[in-house]
């Protein structure tokens, strides 16, 4: 995966229906949803890939809330964008991760693109039903739900920033052919 070649095809192409460069809080992340939804009748998006959309950016930006790594700098934390181009909708984040976590994160990403949608759909409801919060309040369903979400593999990759950090980056793409759950 070369998730920022595709940002860079989607916004040299000037495919973009939000991107957003900085820190995440609640409040942000409900602004962010709501200026997208907003931007969703400006693009003639069917209500059906909408609904997929929306389900996955909530994901998404959950994601970059709980785990997002505040330097407390003047870098920005996080990216986000929703795009698309000529067979999908896509949906990139990237946030900087502690090297440490790296491999929790691989191993859950992996183990979810390993599964058939049959199978998808089985961990999840065994994955709710198990599932406890953890210390940042997530319950681990959000990669299975992407997934699920999209039908498709989640794309993922991690650049090292420093010796104790490093930019996670993933790609999730909705067909625009594709109105099946």
Known sequence: MNA??????????KHIIMIYEGEFNQEITKTVLSMTENSFGDF?????????IFNVMVEVLQNICKHQYN??????SALFLVGDNETDFIIVSGNI????KIEIVKSKIDKVN?????ELKEFYKVSRLESTLSDVGGAGLGFIDIARKTGEK????????TSEYSFFS????????DLND
Do not use: C, D, T
């Open 4 to 13: 920022f070649y595709e940002l860079y095809n989607v916004m040299n192409g």
């Open 44 to 52: 003639g998006i069917e209500s059906g890939i909408r609904k997929k």
């Open 71 to 76: 330097n407390h700098s003047a870098e920005p």
């Open 97 to 100: 991760i502690e090297n440490s």
């Open 114 to 118: 390993s599964m058939s949608k049959i």
């Open 154 to 161: 989640i794309e993922y990759e991690f650049s090292p920033v």
């Open 170 to 177: 993933q790609l999730a793409r909705i067909s625009k052919n």
